[in-house]
């Protein structure tokens, strides 16, 4: 018998493509545990046995009423031939486990039990379950749930055994008898463990690893026609030379840029790195120092649609762009160099300002500083926010702005949340400069390809059409030199299937896809790029040379420290000037058809038949 898992349970939780933001078919929970008999005479194990069939009443038995049975040969048994399976009979003798539909993966028969994990709903950050069922005839199938909170389990060789892995990293070791574990009672210490590693050898061994791992799976087998043998040879006498791990990054990244593939990515690893690294707190701002402490000269703003504020921006605060910063936690600022020797290990902690106004009065107010990383976000929020805002100002909100910073899970959020505000604009401006790439190109460029064909009006309000949010106007999609990746992909696909123009600067130039599972023995990454695209012409895309805009523009640096951003406006007059030469006809419904029957009837012919009428139930005058 066979177990496996399919994905058969293909019920969407949306019901309708009606609603905000077109919502798709969302399939969760869509996996099942089946069992395939190979053997025509086996029994599914989960199968009730018919009372009938255990009823003495029907069960044959001899003239001594002692019930029948088959005699057993004692002979021993010949070599049987290798067997050969009918997979058709096979494939009619399907069994459904009779448990819950579920995200369900890792399946595996260990000990007489049935193990899976399931990841639950969707996005839930709590960590998978692991279930177990014994694989046996019972009136009340019911799994029990071994672990929860866990990223994964594996069975010992000899199938006694399960080791569970933690989302918190601990590890656990328990029989594997299908019952509850108990992570604590059954936790693996490894505070006390120790090994001796030879570095050299180490790194001996993760260097081999790396040039295997390239020859194996980059996505030419010919490896761009390198000597990849001699490769190893002119690098590898330097590997004694090595003296930590971060100089074998460097002789890696060294080696497999041999093969001129730009998504080849050396990183990761058992690094070093220091214990007392200080978190300092941002308070979200643009400081300059003065006499008697720091001045404010800018809050930096995001979206107030979305929750990104300045720590100084908080709507219950009364601080004003051009108050002075005096103190902090009543520490004065005069002679402070930097505000962030005052705000080292801040973050996110409450401190005591006392600032003055422009007009020198004295008030206090409390904080909470942000990380670095959260105010690095909070200024690039800024920059996508002012774009869209000179947009809307410089069209007459005839424009639509959307920027797409990567191209992952995030980024399709970020996408939802700027398209469909604009959906019905005259001209969209998509910009991909800066992206770090991902892999939703696909799925963006589906919905800018939509076409609306039909339309409708109600009894109030304006008519919407089908397809639901498909852009009808004039569109651009901006790229700059640190667009990379899927960002190249989308730009050179936006160009490729007549979206619109290209607006920028040629792109980085790296095409040949990855997946990073190239793991090294310290859990380090020497990625092979694995998966090459071409086009329809069957040339090699994009990989070496980058998308090439098909309206050039740079940003010099000086024009955009002022503020100047040469590829937006022209963008901007691009779309206004296609506004303007093809227009985008308006949506007006037609005037409602008139379905009014007017009766002709004569007034001799009116009158002849009430009389008639009248005579027939006996009414006369």
């Not at 001899?62 to 040969?73: A, C, L, R």
């Not at 199938?141 to 990223?151: M, S």
């Not at 720590?311 to 004065?332: F, Q």
Request: proline share 5%; aromatic share 10%.
């Amino acid at each position: 018998m066979v177990v496996f898992l399919s994905e058969r349970n293909l019920h969407s939780v949306t019901r309708s493509p009606w609603g905000p933001r077109q919502p798709e078919p969302y399939y969760t929970k869509t996996t099942n545990i089946y069992a395939m008999a190979l053997d025509a005479e086996a029994k599914f194990p989960f199968l009730q046995t018919d009372s009938w069939l255990t009823d003495s009443v029907f069960t044959t038995v001899d003239k001594q009423g002692v019930t029948q049975t088959k005699k057993v040969s004692k002979k021993k048994p010949a070599v049987q031939p290798a067997k050969v399976y009918d997979w058709d009979a096979a494939q009619r003798s399907l069994y459904q486990v009779p448990v819950k539909s579920g995200n369900i993966g890792s399946l595996n028969v260990i000990n007489g039990y049935l193990y899976w994990v399931d990841a639950g709903d969707e996005g839930d950050d709590a960590g998978s379950k692991i279930f177990a069922l014994k694989i046996t005839e019972s009136k009340k199938i019911e799994p029990t749930e071994v672990a929860a909170g866990v990223r994964d389990f594996v069975a010992s060789a000899n199938g006694k055994k399960i080791l569970i892995r933690y989302t918190n990293q601990n590890l656990a070791v328990a029989d594997a008898d299908g019952s509850k574990v108990d992570a604590a009672k059954n936790k693996v210490e490894l505070n006390n463990w120790s090994f001796a590693i030879n570095p050299q050898q180490d790194w001996q061994e993760m260097f081999n690893d790396a040039w295997r791992m390239m020859r194996d799976y980059f996505y030419d087998r010919d490896l761009h026609k390198v000597d990849w043998i001699a490769v190893k040879k002119q690098y590898e006498p330097l590997l004694p030379r090595v003296t930590d791990r971060y100089e074998l990054d460097d002789l890696l990244s060294q080696m497999v840029g041999e093969l001129s593939a730009l998504h080849t990515f050396v990183y990761g690893g058992d690094k070093r790195s220091p214990s007392d690294k200080i978190p300092v707190g941002m308070l979200g701002a643009k400081l300059t120092k003065t006499n008697t402490g720091f001045r404010i000269d800018h809050l930096y703003k995001a979206d107030p649609d979305f929750d990104n504020v300045s720590p100084l921006a908080r709507p219950e605060l009364r601080i004003k762009e051009g108050d002075v910063i005096t103190e902090i936690n009543n520490v004065p600022l005069k002679d402070i160099g930097d505000v962030g020797e005052l705000l080292t290990n801040k973050v996110d902690i409450p401190v005591k300002l006392s600032l003055s106004d422009k007009a020198g009065k004295r008030y206090e107010q409390v904080v909470k500083p942000m990380s670095i990383r959260n105010f690095y976000n909070l200024r690039y929020a800024e920059w996508e926010y002012s774009r869209r805002l000179k947009v809307d100002s410089a069209s007459n909100n005839d424009i639509g702005y959307i920027h797409l910073k990567a191209m992952g899970g995030d980024d399709m959020d970020d996408f939802v949340k700027q398209f469909y505000p604009v959906f019905n604009r005259k001209g969209l401006i998509l910009d991909v400069r800066q992206n770090f790439g991902g892999n939703i190109d696909s799925w963006v460029l589906e919905k800018l390809l939509r076409k609306a064909w039909m339309y409708w009006q109600g009894r109030s309000g304006g008519p919407t059409w089908n397809m639901q949010y498909a852009f009808r106007g004039h569109m651009v999609i901006l790229c700059d030199q640190q667009t990379a990746s899927d960002g190249e992909a989308i730009s050179e696909g936006f160009r490729r299937l007549g979206l619109g123009k290209v607006i920028g600067m040629r792109t980085w130039g790296g095409e040949i896809w990855l997946s990073a599972d190239n793991k090294l023995v310290d859990d380090g990454i020497a990625t092979a790029a694995e998966t090459g695209v071409f086009g329809p012409e069957g040339k090699w895309l994009i990989e070496g040379r980058g998308v090439e805009p098909d309206i050039e523009v740079d940003n010099l640096p000086y024009e955009s420290y002022k503020g100047k951003d040469a590829q937006l406006e022209t963008a901007i007059q691009y779309l206004q000037k296609e506004i303007k030469d093809k227009p985008v006809p308006a949506v007006v419904s037609p005037q409602h058809p008139d379905k009014s029957f007017k009766y002709q009837i004569g007034i001799h012919s009116l009158s002849s038949n009430f009389l008639q009428v009248f005579k027939l139930i006996g009414c006369w005058f």
